[in-house]
């Protein structure tokens, strides 16, 4: 079999597994569930698969992408998976990948305050012109004025919508976190989904 691109939600709880926690629990998933993946040679191998572009921890997401080299597997794999992942992770479909993952451009998302005022005082923080955070990169802790890679921001009572650069640089729902931090005098809870994955024209990544 070709290689397959799982697309998969992670909600609730499961907001809480960490990148490499997802991985494992794909892993034994794929075991559970009748579907074996190639693995890469050496002294150390391991499956070949990956996600595309992974989530901060706490973030809630529909449109999540493995990519992985099945050799081969029951007919209907989703259901097979679905029986066997844990609550919170579920496999909505599953398919060729018809594009490399290095398209995908912006990501769209859902922030939810607990109320009005605090919605509309993350709007005012996230619509000024300069919005510096620290970011760490590959030589370090470095300054990074996000405002210029926040798209389309717009607030529907408790909830803000907006699209967020992707690539060259990424940015998370944790660099938003911190932003509000470093200019509201106490914390303000927000809930993160990620809605959609995009290309540089705007259009869904399928």
């Known amino acids: 079999m070709p290689e397959l691109r799982f697309r ?3 909600r609730g709880r499961a ?11 794909f892993q034994r ?15 150390n191998p391991h499956p070949k698969m990956s996600i595309a572009l992974p989530l901060q921890l706490g973030c809630e997401s529909v449109c999540e992408l493995l990519d992985a080299s099945v050799i081969d597997g ?15 992770i579920e496999v909505l479909a599953v398919g060729e990948p018809h594009r490399p993952v290095r398209e ?21 923080v996230f619509s000024l012109p300069e919005l510096s955070v620290e970011k760490k990169t590959k030589r370090g802790l470095a300054t990074l004025d996000i405002a210029p890679h926040i798209r389309l921001l717009s607030r529907e009572g408790e ?4 699209l967020l650069r992707a690539d060259s640089p990424t940015i998370n729902a944790g660099d938003l976190k911190k932003a509000l931090t470093g200019r509201l005098t106490e914390e ?7 809605l959609r994955l995009m290309t540089e024209n705007k259009e869904s990544f399928q």
């Open 8 to 10: 998969f939600a992670k």
């Open 15 to 25: 907001a809480y597994l960490s990148h490499l926690d997802v991985m494992r629990t």
């Open 29 to 43: 998933a794929f075991i559970r569930a009748g579907i074996r993946i190639r693995h890469s040679e050496g002294f």
């Open 74 to 88: 029951p007919e209907d794999m989703v259901a097979a998976l679905n029986l066997v992942l844990p609550e919170g």
């Open 104 to 124: 995908i451009a912006w990501t769209e998302w859902s922030l939810r305050f607990p109320d009005v005022p605090s919605a509309q005082e993350a709007e005012r």
């Open 159 to 162: 909830e803000l919508r907006m």
């Open 188 to 194: 303000m809870p927000m809930r993160c989904l990620r």
